[in-house]
């Protein structure tokens, strides 16, 4: 594992229950702007999907994308953390955006 991927992960593991990061986001954060590719990259080799959320990152426009396990578990797993979800999609992304 690289260390921009190790990077990735320790910072989603910040994500709050309840509230979800854009890959976008993720790559500015960390210093890339534009890798929102490469954040995904990392994050779909996660090899802790319970300790490290990733199913807490979605697409810059609230879409439920990229989970390894698939997009009705990602859906589910958010739903249990209280984020409401309609057709594929976060109700309200800025709602639950994370603010770190």
Known sequence: MTSFQR???RLVKK??????ATYEQLARMLGRPGAARAVG?????????VS?????????DGRLCGYAVGQ????????????????GKLLSLKRYLWQD
């Open 7 to 9: 990077r990735v992960l």
């Open 15 to 20: 994500i709050p229950s309840g509230q979800v």
């Open 72 to 87: 009705d578990m990602k859906s589910k797993l958010l739903s249990s953390e209280g984020v409401s979800i309609r057709n």
């Open 52 to 60: 490290t959320p990733c199913h807490r990152v979605v697409c810059s």
């Open 41 to 49: 990259s990392a994050l779909n080799k996660n090899p802790h999907l």
